[in-house]
């Protein structure tokens, strides 16, 4: 056991995103068992210390380890953005009043968060909602760029996320619904980058 303990904290980089996935689950289910929606999962990032060690059970408890190190450079990649403009510029444009937030974007970022976290039924679900609530909200933009055409490519993704969240009731998904999932989660993602990049209305 010691010499596989050895070998795990020899490249302590390779277990971090592995572990992380198992504590976002841990939290996922922290969150519905206590039921408070502000209980959120963590990325690597925002860790102001990260150690990878082993220890025996009493020592771990007291917060003492028999072997730990501190994974250097680099860290876990930050996800690329997925806003159209630099967060603070968005952030400014909203605090101004020269744009807006919309509600689907709110539920995009759930389902975004529920498909990163592996928790394809709840996206699906939390899905049908956004894109119907994106294609209501971003008529208001369909004569600027290409809106109109995004607009009509959402709607042809009505059916695909309607079977998945079916499916999603009905208790999974498979991998082409999953697939779908992602596909029209992709697209609205683009379809709201490119309304902040046409402006306020």
Known sequence: ESAEAEAWVSDPAAPLADELAVLNRVLALHRVAVADPTVREVRLEQALVVRVGYGRGEEVAEGRWTTAVE???PREPRVRSRAALRPQDRLASLL?????????????????ADLDGGRHRE???????????????????????DMATRIEELKT?????GEAANSALEGGLDEPAID??????????????????YGAV
Not at 99 to 108: H, K, P, Q, S, T
Not at 139 to 144: I, L, Y
């Open 180 to 197: 779908a999932v992602y596909d029209a989660l992709d697209r609205i993602e683009s379809a709201l980058r490119a309304r902040v990049a």
């Open 123 to 145: 996206a699906a679900l939390q899905l049908r909602v956004a894109l119907e609530a994106a294609i209501s909200e971003l008529a208001a933009w369909r004569e600027r760029g």
């Open 96 to 112: 101004g009043g020269r744009d807006a937030a919309l509600a689907c974007e709110e539920l995009v970022l759930r389902a975004r």
């Open 71 to 73: 994974p250097g450079e």
């Open 157 to 161: 993704h009505r059916s695909a996320v």
